[in-house]
Protein backbone atom coordinates (compact mmCIF):
# COMPACT_ATOMS: atom_id res chain seq x y z
CA UNK A 1 0.00 0.00 0.00
CA UNK A 2 0.86 3.91 -0.36
CA UNK A 3 3.02 4.98 2.54
CA UNK A 4 4.08 8.89 2.68
CA UNK A 5 7.54 9.37 4.62
CA UNK A 6 8.73 13.09 5.39
CA UNK A 7 12.44 13.97 5.82
CA UNK A 8 14.19 17.41 6.27
CA UNK A 9 16.23 19.31 9.43
CA UNK A 10 14.64 19.22 12.50
CA UNK A 11 15.95 22.20 13.48
CA UNK A 12 15.94 25.56 11.87
CA UNK A 13 17.28 29.18 12.90
CA UNK A 14 14.62 32.13 13.53
CA UNK A 15 14.31 33.44 10.08
CA UNK A 16 15.76 30.90 7.90
CA UNK A 17 13.75 28.20 5.53
CA UNK A 18 12.20 25.35 7.02
CA UNK A 19 12.39 22.99 4.31
CA UNK A 20 10.52 19.55 4.07
CA UNK A 21 10.52 16.69 1.73
CA UNK A 22 7.93 13.77 1.10
CA UNK A 23 8.80 10.76 -0.72
CA UNK A 24 5.50 8.23 -2.08
CA UNK A 25 6.37 5.06 -2.38
CA UNK A 26 3.61 2.11 -3.55
CA UNK A 27 2.13 4.64 -5.98
CA UNK A 28 2.52 7.00 -7.97
CA UNK A 29 2.43 10.60 -7.03
CA UNK A 30 1.52 11.33 -10.88
CA UNK A 31 -1.72 9.44 -10.62
CA UNK A 32 -4.17 12.44 -11.17
CA UNK A 33 -7.01 10.92 -8.34
CA UNK A 34 -5.14 12.83 -5.30
CA UNK A 35 -3.63 15.91 -3.83
CA UNK A 36 0.03 15.94 -2.40
CA UNK A 37 -0.89 17.55 1.34
CA UNK A 38 1.22 18.87 4.35
CA UNK A 39 -1.06 19.76 7.58
CA UNK A 40 1.02 20.63 10.54
CA UNK A 41 0.33 20.16 14.12
CA UNK A 42 1.87 22.67 17.06
CA UNK A 43 2.64 20.49 21.00
CA UNK A 44 -0.20 19.69 22.10
CA UNK A 45 -2.32 21.58 19.57
CA UNK A 46 -5.09 20.79 16.62
CA UNK A 47 -4.52 20.03 13.31
CA UNK A 48 -3.50 22.83 11.03
CA UNK A 49 -3.96 22.36 6.96
CA UNK A 50 -0.67 24.35 5.17
CA UNK A 51 -1.70 23.39 1.77
CA UNK A 52 -1.80 20.42 -0.88
CA UNK A 53 -0.14 20.38 -4.18
CA UNK A 54 -1.06 18.67 -7.36
CA UNK A 55 1.10 16.26 -9.72
CA UNK A 56 0.66 18.81 -12.01
CA UNK A 57 2.52 21.62 -9.83
CA UNK A 58 -0.96 23.08 -8.69
CA UNK A 59 -0.87 24.37 -5.46
CA UNK A 60 -3.34 25.77 -2.79
CA UNK A 61 -2.45 27.24 0.41
CA UNK A 62 -3.55 28.08 3.78
CA UNK A 63 -4.44 32.29 3.70
CA UNK A 64 -2.22 32.62 7.10
CA UNK A 65 0.68 31.11 5.39
CA UNK A 66 0.37 31.92 2.23
CA UNK A 67 2.38 34.52 1.91
CA UNK A 68 5.73 31.95 3.41
CA UNK A 69 4.86 29.04 1.74
CA UNK A 70 5.86 27.49 -1.53
CA UNK A 71 5.18 23.62 -2.50
CA UNK A 72 6.77 21.76 -5.22
CA UNK A 73 6.70 18.34 -6.76
CA UNK A 74 9.48 15.73 -8.37
CA UNK A 75 7.62 13.40 -10.03
CA UNK A 76 11.21 11.64 -11.56
CA UNK A 77 11.67 10.96 -7.65
CA UNK A 78 8.24 10.74 -6.66
CA UNK A 79 8.20 12.94 -4.14
CA UNK A 80 7.11 16.59 -3.06
CA UNK A 81 8.62 19.04 -0.67
CA UNK A 82 7.75 22.28 1.68
CA UNK A 83 9.44 25.31 2.18
CA UNK A 84 8.07 27.67 4.59
CA UNK A 85 10.51 31.06 4.67
CA UNK A 86 11.00 33.64 7.59
CA UNK A 87 10.37 31.08 10.12
CA UNK A 88 10.14 31.85 13.98
CA UNK A 89 9.26 29.89 17.13
CA UNK A 90 5.39 29.51 16.38
CA UNK A 91 6.31 27.28 13.08
CA UNK A 92 7.89 24.87 15.51
CA UNK A 93 5.39 21.85 15.04
CA UNK A 94 5.13 17.88 14.13
CA UNK A 95 4.87 18.37 10.26
CA UNK A 96 2.86 15.68 8.19
CA UNK A 97 2.41 14.86 4.77
CA UNK A 98 -0.98 12.98 3.74
CA UNK A 99 -2.34 12.09 0.52
CA UNK A 100 -5.81 13.78 -0.02
CA UNK A 101 -8.74 12.12 -2.11
CA UNK A 102 -11.98 14.15 -2.92
CA UNK A 103 -15.14 13.14 -3.60
CA UNK A 104 -17.84 15.73 -4.53
CA UNK A 105 -19.30 15.53 -1.05
CA UNK A 106 -16.11 14.99 0.73
CA UNK A 107 -12.61 14.51 0.72
CA UNK A 108 -9.66 12.73 3.31
CA UNK A 109 -6.24 12.57 4.44
CA UNK A 110 -5.01 8.97 3.78
CA UNK A 111 -2.33 7.90 4.41
CA UNK A 112 -0.38 10.07 6.48
CA UNK A 113 3.47 10.29 7.11
CA UNK A 114 4.48 9.33 10.47
CA UNK A 115 5.38 13.21 11.19
CA UNK A 116 8.30 14.87 11.78
CA UNK A 117 9.35 17.36 14.94
CA UNK A 118 10.80 20.77 13.36
CA UNK A 119 11.98 23.14 15.90
CA UNK A 120 12.76 26.60 15.11
CA UNK A 121 15.59 28.05 17.89
CA UNK A 122 18.89 29.85 17.44
CA UNK B 1 -8.72 29.28 13.36
CA UNK B 2 -11.00 26.01 13.11
CA UNK B 3 -14.38 26.72 11.36
CA UNK B 4 -15.58 23.47 12.52
CA UNK B 5 -16.07 23.32 16.62
CA UNK B 6 -15.81 20.22 18.66
CA UNK B 7 -16.36 20.08 22.53
CA UNK B 8 -13.02 19.72 24.00
CA UNK B 9 -13.51 16.61 25.69
CA UNK B 10 -15.67 13.47 26.57
CA UNK B 11 -15.66 10.39 28.66
CA UNK B 12 -17.59 7.07 28.19
CA UNK B 13 -17.42 3.89 30.04
CA UNK B 14 -15.81 0.92 28.86
CA UNK B 15 -18.11 -0.80 26.91
CA UNK B 16 -20.85 1.85 26.83
CA UNK B 17 -21.33 4.44 23.58
CA UNK B 18 -20.11 7.74 23.14
CA UNK B 19 -21.17 10.39 20.61
CA UNK B 20 -18.95 12.88 19.53
CA UNK B 21 -19.81 15.68 17.46
CA UNK B 22 -18.76 18.69 14.93
CA UNK B 23 -20.28 21.50 14.03
CA UNK B 24 -20.17 24.12 11.48
CA UNK B 25 -21.69 25.81 8.34
CA UNK B 26 -19.69 23.89 5.78
CA UNK B 27 -21.26 20.26 7.16
CA UNK B 28 -24.54 21.60 5.66
CA UNK B 29 -22.82 21.12 2.03
CA UNK B 30 -20.08 18.55 2.77
CA UNK B 31 -19.61 15.26 4.81
CA UNK B 32 -17.63 15.07 7.89
CA UNK B 33 -14.27 13.16 7.79
CA UNK B 34 -13.10 11.86 11.40
CA UNK B 35 -9.67 10.97 12.37
CA UNK B 36 -8.11 9.33 15.48
CA UNK B 37 -4.85 9.93 16.79
CA UNK B 38 -2.96 8.31 19.77
CA UNK B 39 -0.03 10.32 21.81
CA UNK B 40 3.09 10.24 19.88
CA UNK B 41 1.30 8.92 16.58
CA UNK B 42 0.20 10.14 13.37
CA UNK B 43 -4.06 10.61 13.13
CA UNK B 44 -5.52 7.92 11.15
CA UNK B 45 -8.63 8.03 9.47
CA UNK B 46 -11.45 6.25 10.95
CA UNK B 47 -14.60 7.68 9.08
CA UNK B 48 -15.08 9.12 5.15
CA UNK B 49 -18.06 9.96 3.17
CA UNK B 50 -21.59 9.44 4.18
CA UNK B 51 -20.30 6.93 7.11
CA UNK B 52 -17.94 4.94 5.20
CA UNK B 53 -14.86 3.12 7.23
CA UNK B 54 -11.74 2.24 5.86
CA UNK B 55 -10.04 -1.15 5.84
CA UNK B 56 -8.85 -1.93 9.87
CA UNK B 57 -11.19 0.27 11.46
CA UNK B 58 -13.94 -1.67 13.36
CA UNK B 59 -17.35 -1.56 12.73
CA UNK B 60 -17.82 0.23 16.21
CA UNK B 61 -17.31 3.31 14.52
CA UNK B 62 -19.95 4.98 12.38
CA UNK B 63 -20.56 8.36 11.62
CA UNK B 64 -23.57 10.46 10.27
CA UNK B 65 -23.94 14.09 9.46
CA UNK B 66 -27.55 16.46 10.09
CA UNK B 67 -27.95 19.96 8.82
CA UNK B 68 -24.61 21.51 10.09
CA UNK B 69 -23.61 19.03 12.82
CA UNK B 70 -21.97 15.61 12.37
CA UNK B 71 -21.33 12.79 14.65
CA UNK B 72 -18.84 10.13 15.27
CA UNK B 73 -20.67 7.08 17.25
CA UNK B 74 -18.34 4.60 18.94
CA UNK B 75 -20.73 1.90 20.07
CA UNK B 76 -18.82 -0.36 22.89
CA UNK B 77 -16.20 1.64 23.20
CA UNK B 78 -12.46 0.10 24.25
CA UNK B 79 -9.85 1.24 25.79
CA UNK B 80 -7.97 1.70 22.82
CA UNK B 81 -10.31 4.29 21.22
CA UNK B 82 -8.77 6.45 24.22
CA UNK B 83 -7.78 9.35 21.79
CA UNK B 84 -8.45 12.40 20.19
CA UNK B 85 -10.64 12.55 17.13
CA UNK B 86 -10.38 15.52 14.73
CA UNK B 87 -13.27 16.11 12.30
CA UNK B 88 -12.81 17.77 8.75
CA UNK B 89 -14.67 18.88 5.86
CA UNK B 90 -13.98 20.47 3.04
CA UNK B 91 -13.55 24.44 3.65
CA UNK B 92 -12.91 27.23 1.56
CA UNK B 93 -11.90 29.40 4.89
CA UNK B 94 -8.12 28.04 4.96
CA UNK B 95 -8.14 25.43 7.43
CA UNK B 96 -10.60 22.00 7.43
CA UNK B 97 -10.14 20.58 11.07
CA UNK B 98 -12.30 20.97 13.92
CA UNK B 99 -10.42 21.79 17.06
CA UNK B 100 -10.87 18.13 18.51
CA UNK B 101 -12.02 16.36 21.26
CA UNK B 102 -9.86 14.06 23.75
CA UNK B 103 -11.99 10.91 24.57
CA UNK B 104 -11.42 9.05 27.62
CA UNK B 105 -12.72 5.62 28.12
CA UNK B 106 -13.08 4.79 31.87
Known amino acids: QVQLQESGPGLVKPSQTLSLTCTVS??????????WTWIRQHPGKGLEWIGYIYYTGRTSYNPSLKSRVTMSVDTSKNNFSLKLNSVTAADTAVYYC??????????????WGQGTLVTVSS | SSELTQDPAVSVALGQTVRITCQGDSLRSYYATWYQQKPGQAPVLVIY???NRPSGIPDRFSGSNSGNTASLTITGAQAEDEADYYCSSRDSSGNPFGSGTKVTVL
Open chain 1, 26 to 35: GGSISSGAYY
Open chain 1, 98 to 111: AREEVLSRSHWFDP
Open chain 2, 49 to 51: GKN
